[in-house]
């Protein structure tokens, strides 16, 4: 099974939370990641212990400039995020290099996959409170 990581534990809390939903990657990684590929997403560095998150499903792998990154590109990666400009120097810091708005980066999207999700009367039941 292919592995989706990320280095940092600031996203940790994300990943389980729901909010951070994709990831921008510097490069085109089109041939690592596909369309329906299950993968696992995992906190660590390498060669070291990582914590298993959760596996999930990749919805899109989208390759653009990141000058072509949008909004809610930009916030699907880091809720904390809106602008280009915060994006660029958040991979800088990530990759070590210099980022400009002409390279190319990946943005990878993925559902977390549930075991046991509840069925459409439990989920249709939460929308109006508790009810007896």
Excluded: C
Excluded at 13 to 27: V, Y
Excluded at 57 to 75: A, M, N
Excluded at 91 to 113: A, N, P
């Amino acid at each position: 099974m292919q592995v989706l990581n990320f280095y940092s534990t600031i996203f940790a809390d994300q990943l389980k939370r729901g909010r951070k939903t994709a990831t921008i990657r510097l490069g085109d990684k089109s041939h690592k990641y596909k369309k329906n590929q299950a993968v696992l997403v995992t906190i660590g560095y390498q060669h070291s212990p990582r914590e298993k998150i959760f596996d999930a499903v990749i919805d899109q792998v989208e390759v653009k400039r990141v000058r072509d990154l949008s909004p809610r590109d930009i916030e699907h990666d880091n809720p904390e995020f809106r602008r280009v400009e915060e994006m660029i120097h958040f991979l800088e810091q990530i990759y070590g290099k210099s980022v400009t708005m002409d390279d190319l980066v990946t943005v990878v999207r993925f559902s977390q996959i549930i075991d046991n999700p509840p069925t459409v009367t439990e989920r249709l039941r939460g929308i109006g409170g508790a009810q007896n």
